[in-house]
Structure formats: C-alpha cells, structure tokens
C-alpha cells in the first residue's frame, strides 16, 4: 500500500500536517536510536547536546505543530489515556510524600517524558510505512549493543562478576542489555515476514542470532525466559500463519540450547536452590518489602524511585542492610506509586496489548497485522523479563505502548475506509 493512499486512510493528508508528522517521526526514529546505539557513548563529543532529550523534543515538537497546522488534537488511544494519566499524576504528585523527594521530583520528570513519547508514538505513527519505520528502526539499531556486548564477552572485557558481559551506560546492567535485546529481537522474528528479498531474510536471521546471542551472554536468566515466551506469544498471535513462526521460533530455541555455554545451565539451576542463590534470595526479600510497603502505604506508596530510600524502615528483619530494586515492574508501581497508579497502570498495557491481539488475528485484512503480532510478543516478552527485574521508568515500553496504540488506531481507520470504499 502507497503511503498517499495509507494517509487518505488515515485522514491526515494536508501538507502542513504532514510535514509537521515527518518532522515528529524523524524525532521518534532517532530517539529509538539513541536509547540503543547510545550515540553519545560512541561518540563522547555528542555528550553535552543530550541527545536523548532533543530527539524526544523533536518528537514533540512535530506532534505539537501537526495540531498547530489544523491536523486533530495529540491522542492517547481513548479510555487507555486514563490509566496512563493516573500513572503520571501519582508520579508527579508523589514528591510531597515521598521518602526521597529529591529522587521522586527527578522520577516524576521521567515520568512525564515517557508519556510524552508514548504520545507522540501514538498521535504520528499514522501509516503503516511510520509504525515500520520505528519498528525497524528499533530491531536493527539493537545490533549496536550486542555487538559490543559480544565482543566485551569474548575479550574477557569488563564483565560483571567475571562472565556476565554488558556495554555502556544504561546497558552496563546486563539485565537491562539483556530486557533491551529481547524486544529488538523479537521485533525482528515478527518482521521478518515482511521481507522479501532472500538476502534480506539473511540479514535478518544474522541480526537475531546476534542479539539472541548477546542475551545468553549476559546470563540474565528472566531475559531468556522473557525471550522464549515472547517467542509462543508471536506463535499464539500469529493465527493461521502460525506453522511458519513455529518453526522460526523452533530454531532459535534450538541455537539456543545448543549454543549456550555450560555455565549459562550451571546457572539457570540454582533456581532449583534458591534459599542457596544470593540473587534469587535478593528478589525475595524484594518482594517481601513491596509487600510490606503496600500494606503500610496502599494508597500513595513511598514515592517514585524512592523504593532503596524505604528499604531500611520496611524491608524483613533477616534481608539485611543492603537495599535491593523491587525486581517486579508491577510491586515496584505500586509500592512507590501506591495501587490506585497501579490499576492505571496495568489498565493501560491491557488495553493495549488486547487490541494489537485482534488486530493480528485480522491476518491479510489488515495492512498492520505482523506490525501487531511483533509488538505483541515484544511487549508481552519485556513484561515476562520484568516479572523478576522491574524498571518502571522504561522508555521502552512506553515506546512500545505507543506503537501499539498507533497500529490499533490505523487498523480501525483502515477497516472504516474499506467499508465506505465500493
């Protein structure tokens, strides 16, 4: 489908619009960039022009001025905008009662700059030729950091405990390299469709079995798990296509297992032990202070990033004095933002996750289909990795939110314009 006759669908052809949506676009593509290439990191001379926040600034620049020029007012998806709204108000307004308020005060900025994102992604990805662009832009610029994390692993350079490799900046956690790479590479085995160049298809498995490989070398062993049940969520939405994703996913399952060193195995069974596995143990008392802070504080929580700052006046007796991250996405909302931020919260990935599943079972009826079963299981694979590693402050999944409202959005617009079209 021509991207004239995909604006016509959408209903946003007007010059100025459109310029004003190329402009955001551009400014969302390289955000995407930048969260993963980490262009500043590459090139240190980029470091004072932050360019995480000018290329997001772009996005919402573009979005601001497509409104400005006469196009129709930045969207939120509908009923979903009010869980994302409580979300960030309770971030906003959780200063005042935080037990940091310096970290909640920066915490709440983040938080609105995610929404922001999220908005952006959802008001101007209005054809399916933008949705790609970003997806693709998002899967391939993830070959940055496995790259290097590759190499650090097979030089033996800087890694975590002595065999967890990891790169730069948010990516020298290995979990966070590792949560990163699942969506990338799970993008990928969901675009991959797409192709029709056999070389391309290639480059393609080349660029999975990279980050595929990178995630292993990290031995973050909720990315693994993360990575394999977004890979039966792909199968799940792939519908009456699903024979040949099963065999996609089959393979990468496959290079996995027999790839994967000895010592990957050796520690993905002291699961079996835990009481006995100083990390597996750290989760648990996590978990426990989450309990403890939603029972003290069930409305409001400690504030945002203010979880390590409450660890001391909530944590069980026997966890010790070493704070740990909440380790759950979900216990570390509401344990900082309180549970009312939470029903808003898992509202929102709801409603977004049930309507990219019905547009993915549309299959050849719809034009943004293997967009939908790609961001599916890439969304559906990061929350399965934040179970036991959560980041609430996660652009990513805020990007990822966004792309999935905008695919529901064209899918609906698509479906109007065949019915009024003879």
Not at 250 to 259: E, S
Not at 347 to 373: N, P, Q, T, W
């Amino acid at each position: 489908m021509s991207e004239a006759r995909a604006a016509r669908i959408s209903g946003f052809s007007d010059r100025g619009t459109q310029l004003a949506t190329q402009v955001g676009v551009l400014g969302l593509a390289s955000f995407a960039v930048t969260l993963y290439a980490l262009p500043h990191h590459l090139f240190p001379v980029l470091e004072p022009f932050r360019i995480g926040a000018v290329t997001a600034a772009l996005a919402g620049a573009g979005m601001i001025g497509r409104w400005f020029l006469g196009g129709p007012f930045p969207t939120a998806g509908g009923l979903r905008a009010l869980g994302l709204l409580v979300f960030v108000v309770m971030a906003v307004l959780s200063p005042s009662w935080s037990m940091h308020p310096e970290a909640s005060r920066w915490a709440s900025g983040e938080a609105m700059k995610m929404a922001l994102i999220y908005v952006a992604a959802a008001t101007l990805l209005t054809t399916p030729g933008r949705i790609r662009l970003i997806a693709w832009t998002i899967a391939l610029s993830a070959c940055v950091p496995a790259w290097y994390g590759l190499q650090n692993y097979l030089q033996g350079t800087d890694l975590l405990e002595g065999y967890r490799t990891r790169w730069e900046g948010s990516f020298y956690d290995p979990n966070r390299l590792a949560m990163a790479l699942v969506i990338s590479t799970l993008l990928l085995l969901g675009l991959r469709s797409r192709l029709r160049s056999p070389m391309a298809r290639v480059a393609a498995l080349a660029a999975i079995a990279l980050q595929a490989a990178t995630i292993v070398l990290t031995y973050s062993r909720g990315a693994v798990l993360g990575l394999g049940l977004g890979a039966l969520f792909l199968v799940a939405a792939a519908g009456k296509s699903r024979g040949r994703a099963l065999v996609v996913v089959a393979g990468l399952a496959l290079g996995v297992t027999i790839l994967a060193p000895d010592r990957f195995w050796n520690r993905t069974e002291t699961i079996l032990s835990y009481e006995e596995d100083a990390s597996a143990m750290g989760r648990i008392y996590a978990w426990r202070t989450a309990e403890n802070i939603i029972l003290r504080r069930p409305l409001t929580g400690v504030g945002a990033s203010a979880f390590i700052a409450a660890w001391a006046s909530f944590a069980p007796g026997e966890a010790g004095s070493t704070p740990y991250v909440a380790h759950n996405l979900f216990l570390e909302v509401a344990a900082e933002l309180g549970l009312l931020a939470l029903a808003g919260f898992c509202f929102l990935i709801l409603a977004c996750m049930r309507a990219i599943l019905r547009v993915a079972r549309e299959g050849k009826h719809s034009s943004v289909s293997d967009e939908a079963k790609a961001l599916f299981a890439a969304i559906g694979g990061y929350l399965v990795c934040h179970m036991f590693a959560g980041f609430m402050l996660s652009f990513f999944l805020f990007l990822l939110l966004g792309m999935a409202t905008a695919v529901e959005r064209y899918a609906r617009a698509e479906a109007a314009w065949k019915e009024r079209t003879p």
